[in-house]
């Protein structure tokens, strides 16, 4: 064989500048091509939109309609229904007060209609022929009407019940139903709460560590030891504990008294490198490990020019937070006035002297302003718009979820449930341990679907008055016209109410995933 002659330093030099001669000009350069397409398409997607955007504004201009957002901190002619506020100062005040009545129906239709639905799905599967029967009934009816027909049929039902008399019925009861709405009591936090939570937490940590044991004696042994049912009962001990021995915490109020006076001297200077040398750690954090999920076992690491620009966008995002930070004192002054504000509220709930109750209730009241009764403030009110969109997004939405948890349940292998049996698992047992961990899989994805749906059908509000941020937008773009930019607040809203369900499903569904080994 012919062997490979060894070259001399001369000749590499000479074999070097030779390639580098050779090289590939910049313009067939597929490295600088990919980058500067890149930027070429940044640039000229900025671009594009800036000029349409000046375009239509002066087509809008030249046609008077107005398309500012001035008008949000006009005064606007409009009285709500009920929310946080009903006379607002402002239009954005009003449009506040909308999303804050729409979040609210959004997040109590939603657990509401989850539990009703895993109640219906698992009556569905039920081997009692009238559960079966009757779970059956209530999807199919329920899903196959729609919505906002169900809306309208509840709140005429409610606006025909009796009216609301002083002279007739109880006018201190604990429940009221007239054609002003539902009245019931109102539970809220009592002076005990902060002491009696304490006490509950504590609870949780102690329920932790026995469910840890209890599981790992179960390993060891192969018996049962019930860790679930030790972890419930530990929480509902310290929980009933608490409404005694609560008091003896009062003194976590001089704790958060400590860390008040802390925020106030703490310089703004040292918050502002905080939270810089926060950013910049998981900026850094964040490079790491992307570059450690390019690297093979060997050590080899392998970069795209994508990731490249991954990298540079991180840091140029981070560098420029940063500067936001240190150049404007109003972030850092907001957060110790609020760490100030916050453990001062603290302090004040914790400094409570005698055995003050964790929770109490009101009564409903009723007042006669005028000539006609109405339901006071001390009881907790559904009107009849709020209880006619409640009863039917939650009854609406519960029967698509019912069938969801069925399928989920029903996707399971029916050798995983035989199986169970087969170890002497009981049907209960079977369904909490075997079916529902591989079926939870099966059934966030289209339940986030229905949390979406949940949150969007509740612009149909707008047909039995309820106070919604579709009902006071309209009234606001009518007083004002300025129909566009409100249409732009809604679409807002509800993509980002739409959006942060999407991540949290998203992220659980990520978690529960079935990994591959």
């Not at 229904?81 to 007060?97: F, K, M, N, Q, Y």
């Not at 329920?142 to 009216?163: E, K």
């Not at 961990?437 to 059934?443: K, N, V």
Request: net charge positive.
């Amino acid at each position: 064989m012919k062997r490979k002659s060894m070259q001399s330093p001369t000749e590499e030099t000479s074999s070097t500048l030779k390639a580098v001669s050779q090289r590939v000009p910049l313009w067939r350069d597929v490295v600088v091509i990919k980058w500067v397409t890149q930027l070429g398409l940044l640039a000229l997607v900025v671009t594009s939109l800036w000029f349409l955007a000046g375009q239509a504004g002066d087509n809008l201009q030249a046609r008077n309609i107005n398309t500012g957002f001035d008008f949000l901190e006009r005064p606007p002619d409009i009285q709500l229904s009920e929310g946080i506020d009903t006379s607002p100062a402002t239009g954005g005040r009003a449009l506040w007060v909308g999303m804050v009545n729409t979040l609210r129906m959004a997040v109590v239709g939603i657990i509401f209609a989850t539990f009703l639905g895993v109640v219906v799905g698992l009556g569905r599967l039920s081997n009692n022929w009238l559960i079966k029967r009757l779970a059956g009934l209530w999807i199919e009816t329920l899903r196959n009407v729609p919505l906002l027909v169900q809306m309208i049929f509840y709140f005429a039902v409610l606006t025909a019940l009796p009216r609301l008399s002083l002279d007739s019925g109880p006018i201190n009861g604990w429940f009221h139903a007239s054609n002003k709405g539902i009245s019931m009591p109102r539970v809220f936090i009592s002076d005990g709460f902060y002491q009696w939570i304490t006490v509950v937490g504590v609870g949780c940590i102690v329920a932790y560590f026995i469910k840890k044991q209890r599981l790992n004696k179960q390993e060891l042994t192969g018996e049962d030891t019930h860790a679930t049912s030790w972890t419930f009962f530990t929480i509902c001990a310290f929980t009933i504990i608490g409404i005694f021995v609560h008091p003896v915490f009062s003194f976590i109020s001089e704790i958060f008294a400590g860390l008040s006076t802390l925020f106030e001297n703490i310089p703004i200077t040292l918050i502002k490198v905080l939270i810089s040398s926060i950013l910049l750690f998981f900026a850094t954090r964040w490079i790491r490990n992307f570059f450690a999920s390019r690297r093979s076992a060997t050590g080899h690491l392998s970069l795209i020019d994508d990731d490249i620009f991954r990298m540079i966008f991180v840091a140029i995002g981070a560098l420029m937070t940063i500067i936001v930070v240190i150049s404007w004192s109003g972030i850092s002054s907001w957060i110790l006035n609020s760490g100030r504000d916050l453990f001062q509220m603290l302090e004040a709930k914790f400094q409570v002297d005698g055995a003050a109750r964790p929770f109490d209730a009101m009564k409903p009241d009723i007042v006669k302003p005028g000539k006609f009764a109405n339901y006071g403030k001390n009881g907790l009110t559904m009107s009849p718009g709020f209880a006619a969109v409640f009863f039917g997004v939650v009854f609406y939405t519960s029967a698509f979820v019912a069938e969801i948890i069925r399928g989920g349940i029903l996707a399971v292998p029916k050798g995983q449930i035989e199986a169970a049996n087969a170890v002497g698992l009981n049907r209960g047992q079977s369904l909490r341990r075997i079916v529902l961990p591989q079926a939870i899989r099966i059934i966030l994805p289209p339940m986030g679907n229905q949390y979406l749906n949940l949150t969007k059908n509740t612009s149909l509000a707008i047909a039995v008055g309820y106070s919604d941020i579709v009902q006071v937008g309209q009234t606001v773009y009518n007083q004002t016209g300025k129909s566009l930019p409100v249409m732009a607040i809604w679409m807002l809203f509800y993509l980002a109410c739409s959006l942060t369900i999407s991540v949290i499903v998203n992220y659980y569904n990520v978690r529960m995933k079935i990994v591959e080994r």
